[in-house]
């Protein structure tokens, strides 16, 4: 992979034909992967970058790793995509610059869903970044565990969820930060969200 052609995306944009999807689930005349492929060692090693500096590769990863036990050739070669993204940006990095001014280090979050992100098992995704001075902090993409009934319903769960992640990072940065004043933790809850009911 050293010397692998570098992509500009973490994976391929996904057909809205369930059956021509490429991250659908094995179907019965699909091989299934040996363990000669290092299919779970990969995906362990992206839900590492994942999970720590690479939020950009966070749903892509969490959605190859849906099958570990049962790996075929389209989620290796998903794994693949990942990795040459991967060459494409080694240089971008996260970076933390410290600001003077308290108003550059609120506390922001956005917040996301995919309504049925996964048709075959009618299950949406949510997700969700926290920003701190500019730069992500904290950041997750997982499956819903409950069944949501609409986008608005996706849209409620994802957006509760970043509110519980974003109480316990309010009371993080309080206990650590010396200069957290009085007008800033009484501020209201800042968070980005782009569904229109959830908003009103």
């Known amino acids: 992979m050293n010397n692998a052609h570098p992509l500009s995306t973490p994976m391929v944009v ?44 966070a749903f ?46 609120n506390l922001v979050g956005y917040s996301d869903a995919g309504y049925l992100s996964d048709p075959h098992k009618a299950i949406s995704q949510s997700g969700y970044v926290f920003m701190y001075g500019g730069t992500a902090i904290s950041w997750h993409s ?4 409950l069944i949501a009934t609409s986008s608005n319903h996706a849209e409620l769960i994802a957006l509760y969820e970043a509110g519980r992640k974003y109480v316990w990072l309010r009371s993080l940065i309080q206990y650590v930060h010396e200069s957290w004043t009085r007008t800033n933790r009484e501020k209201s809850y800042s968070n980005n969200e782009d569904n229109a009911t959830c908003i009103a």
């Open 60 to 105: 892509s990863v969490n959605l190859l790793a849906r099958y570990s036990s049962t790996p075929t050739k389209r989620h290796w070669n998903g794994v693949k995509h990942i990795l040459r993204y991967l060459c494409g940006i080694s240089d971008m990095r996260l970076y933390f610059e410290r600001y003077e001014n308290a108003k550059a280090t």
């Open 142 to 145: 997982t499956k819903q565990t």
């Open 14 to 57: 996904r057909s809205l034909d369930v059956n021509k999807d490429l991250f659908r689930p094995p179907a019965h005349n699909d091989e299934i992967l040996g363990p000669e492929v290092p299919y779970l060692s990969a995906i362990g090693a992206l839900m590492y970058l994942a999970n720590n500096t690479r939020s950009d590769i």
